[in-house]
Nanobody, 123 residues
C-alpha cells in the first residue's frame, strides 16, 4: 500500500489556474501508475487523468484535454495536476490514486486513494 496526501485545492474564478499535488509515502512510488479522479456533490467519482510509472504515457478525460496536464516527479514521490482555463463544472473534490498497473483509467484498478482536496470554480 502507498499513502497519498493531496494539496493545492482552493477557490478560483473561471478561467483561472490551480496546481494540485499528491505526495506519496510507503512502497516505491515509481512502481505505481498514478491517477486523478474527481467527485462532485451527488455524482459518481469520475476519471480525470492518469500517468504511467515512468511518466511516458498519459491519459486524459475528454472534458479536460487541452486544459489539464498531469506530471510526476519520482525523485520527490509526487504527482501533479496542472489545471488551466478552469470552468465551474470542474468544481469537485479531487482525489489522487495509485495503481499497480503500468497505466489505466479504470477506477477499479486503483487500490490506494488520498482523502481529496476541494476545488471550487466560481463563475
Amino acid at each position: 500500500q502507498v499513502q497519498l496526501v493531496e494539496s493545492g485545492g482552493g477557490l478560483v474564478q473561471a478561467g483561472g489556474s490551480l496546481r494540485l499535488s499528491c505526495a506519496a509515502s510507503g512502497r516505491t512510488f515509481s512502481s505505481y501508475a498514478m491517477g486523478w479522479f474527481r467527485q462532485a456533490p451527488g455524482k459518481e467519482r469520475d476519471f480525470v487523468s492518469a500517468i504511467s510509472r515512468n511518466g511516458g504515457t498519459k491519459y486524459y478525460a475528454d472534458s479536460v484535454k487541452g486544459r489539464f496536464t498531469i506530471s510526476r516527479d519520482n525523485a520527490k514521490n509526487t504527482v501533479y495536476l496542472q489545471m488551466n482555463s478552469l470552468k465551474p463544472e470542474d468544481t469537485a473534490v479531487y482525489h489522487c490514486a495509485a495503481s499497480v498497473w503500468h497505466i489505466t483509467d479504470s477506477i477499479d484498478r486503483f487500490g490506494s486513494w488520498g482523502q481529496g482536496t476541494q476545488v471550487t470554480v466560481s463563475s
